[in-house]
């Protein structure tokens, strides 16, 4: 099976995959869903923008931001925390 191009970043010269980060950031108990983008970074060429969707009754705050950059770290390592994550209500689906 081939993935497509654009699921592979470039990130301080390391491949990081979309689908790795996706997966660990809903693998915390506080994600129900998430998708993982590039986006142009001055410092890093790429750096990991992250959307995704709470479970239940969590709610977007700097300590759950920070909390899952960490678990994304621990998952992955360093290199794969999100620059950025952003709580959106829907992603969009391929259908």
């Known amino acids: 099976l081939l993935g497509r191009v654009d699921d592979v ?6 491949n990081i995959s979309t ?3 996706e997966s660990a950031l809903v693998s915390h108990p506080a994600v129900a869903e998430a998708a993982v983008v590039g ?3 001055q410092t890093t060429g790429q750096a990991i923008v992250a ?7 969590a709610t ?3 300590d759950l ?4 950059r960490n678990h994304v770290g621990a998952t992955l390592g360093p290199i794969a925390k999100p620059k950025r994550i952003m709580a959106v209500a ?4 391929t259908r």
Do not use: C, N, Q, Y
């Open 90 to 93: 829907e992603l969009p689906k």
């Open 39 to 41: 986006a142009a970074d």
């Open 19 to 21: 689908t790795e980060v």
């Open 60 to 62: 977007e705050s700097e």
């Open 9 to 14: 970043m470039l990130v301080s010269g390391h």
């Open 65 to 68: 931001v920070a909390d899952l």
């Open 51 to 57: 959307f995704v969707i709470l479970r239940g009754t």
